[in-house]
């Protein structure tokens, strides 16, 4: 499989702060891969990283085509959508002006049409709810809300900034199913980010253990699974 996103030896941090010490990594084309590790290491840096949030030097490619430089419209428009930590919606907006966030930089009118259809299949919760403030919502319906949002920028990679975090074991299993059938059946590459490895590994084709800013693991997500001390090292469980 060729790789769709490739990460070579990313140095990144915030002003004099370095957080990433050289993270190289890759999502296949419609993959699903996630990045695990411990609080701090820099999961979510990495994630900034890829989007244009924050500073970095060695190499990002997306679709073969390096993002130095380049301003997060811009990598927006080439197909990536960031699922942002603690989601991102808008509280102050109904769920259909949220909805209209992931879809305004769109010119193709009747495939936009198309992926509001697709979006409330798999999140029917949000079709009845879409003149309601956004702040009605549970947990898991806001954090519903911002995946679908993303997928109405239609991409080709999702990045997923722990999207159980705070949700009830029952919403986590939904919520990850959805994002599986999504990338089944949208062909939607994804990087995800979590702290729940267990239920990540599950569904990844490989994974990526952080440790302090540098790739401390790497390997197929079945062998991560089985390797004990791997996941009594590092994943916890
Ligand atoms: N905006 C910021 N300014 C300064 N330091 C930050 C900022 N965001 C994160 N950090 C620091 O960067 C390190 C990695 O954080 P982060 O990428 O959020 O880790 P993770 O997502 O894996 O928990 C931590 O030490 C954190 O304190
Ligand atoms: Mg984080």
Redesign the pocket.
């Known amino acids: 499989m060729t790789a769709l996103l490739e990460l070579e030896e990313v140095h990144a941090?915030?002003?004099p702060?370095s957080?990433?010490h050289g993270v190289s990594l890759s999502v296949p084309e419609g993959g699903v891969v996630s990045l695990l590790?411990?609080?701090?290491?820099?999961?979510?840096?990495?994630?900034?990283a890829i989007t244009g949030g924050?500073r970095w030097t060695g190499d990002i490619r997306f679709a073969g085509r390096s993002l130095r430089r380049m301003p997060t419209e811009e990598i927006v428009r080439r197909g990536i959508a960031h699922v942002p930590?603690g989601r991102g919606i808008c509280t102050e907006l109904t769920v259909d002006e949220n909805l209209k966030l992931g879809s305004h930089l769109r010119r193709d009118g009747p495939e936009v049409r198309k992926d509001y259809d697709r979006v409330f299949e798999y999140f029917p919760v949000l079709k009845e709810r879409r003149r309601l403030s956004a702040s009605t919502l549970s947990g898991g319906e806001q954090q519903m809300l911002a995946v679908a949002r993303a997928l109405l920028m239609r991409p080709r990679l999702m990045l997923l900034?722990?999207p159980s975090l705070g949700l009830a074991p029952m919403v986590v299993r939904s919520i990850f199913e959805i994002i599986r059938t999504i990338n089944q059946t949208s062909n939607v590459a994804v990087l995800l980010?979590e702290?729940n490895a267990r239920i990540a590994l599950e569904m990844s084709s490989s994974a990526y253990v952080?440790e302090v800013?540098r790739v401390a693991v790497h390997g197929a997500g079945s062998e991560l699974q089985d390797n004990e001390s791997v996941r009594r090292s590092y994943l916890g469980y």
């Open positions: 941090g915030y002003g702060t957080v990433l590790g411990a609080n701090g290491a820099g999961k979510t840096t990495t994630l900034r924050v930590e900034d722990e980010v702290q952080l800013g």
